[in-house]
T-cell receptor, first 112, second 114 residues
């Protein structure tokens, strides 16, 4: 079945810097790609979703890049601030299948 | 106001006992799900229901039984609890069971089995 590897598991960056999280997936039939944010004691918040025909998507300081050739998905947070501190998860799903497969998560800490 | 309500927030259970995790959603969604997050594994898909019918079951053990008494309810009954069942269980929902419809997650029930 689909496997999603996420790195790094922990990431600490100074406020104002950029943070990059990378995921690789195994199934070339993967069609939908997601990034979720989880704050302590909270559920998962969907940050962005992209379909496989999109290589790049930007929204509110977040950039998602999709490299289908290398089966790689990345999230770039620009100008990070302390409120961005959380655990971030990449996730994927297939056509006609609502099951979401998650990466292991990246704990992001933004240092003031 | 939270639109997906999970109860209880924290739960401690004795090995061998049975517990029910409650989930209600007020988003008008037709599909509901259970996911599990443990210390040893990433978030794992467990079940999906659409219009109160089981669509997918990725849980190997029959000790885990979803129960849908109403369209907006999907409870999770766990029997013969084991310490390895300790995890945070997330309920989720989406408009329908199709991929790429946004899935909304509850805040989870943190289960500890002692």
């Amino acid at each position: 079945g689909e496997q999603v590897e996420q790195r790094p598991p922990h990431l600490s960056v100074p406020e104002g810097d950029s943070a990059v999280i990378i995921c690789t997936y195994t199934d070339s039939a993967t069609a939908y790609f997601y990034w979720y944010k989880q704050e302590p004691g909270a559920g998962l918040q969907l940050l962005m979703s992209v379909f496989s025909n999109v290589d790049r998507k930007e929204e509110q300081g977040l950039t998602v890049l999709l490299n289908k050739k290398d089966k790689q998905l990345s999230l770039n947070l620009t100008a990070a601030h302390p409120g961005d501190s959380a655990v971030y998860f990449c996730a994927v799903s297939h056509y006609g299948n609502e099951k979401i497969t998650f990466g292991a998560g990246t704990k992001l800490t933004i240092k003031p | 106001d939270p639109k997906i309500i999970q109860k209880p927030k924290y739960l401690v259970a004795v090995t061998g006992s049975e517990k029910i995790l409650i989930c209600e959603q007020y988003l008008g969604h037709n599909a509901m799900y259970w996911y599990r997050q443990s210390a040893k594994k990433p978030l794992e898909f467990m079940f999906s229901y659409s219009y109160q019918k089981l669509m997918d079951n990725q849980t190997a053990s029959s000790r885990f039984q979803p129960q849908s008494s109403k369209k907006n309810h999907l409870d999770l009954q766990i029997t013969a609890l084991k310490p390895d069942d300790s995890a945070t269980y997330f309920c989720a929902s989406s408009q329908d069971g199709q991929a790429n419809t946004e899935v909304f997650f509850g805040k989870g029930t943190r289960l500890t089995v002692v």
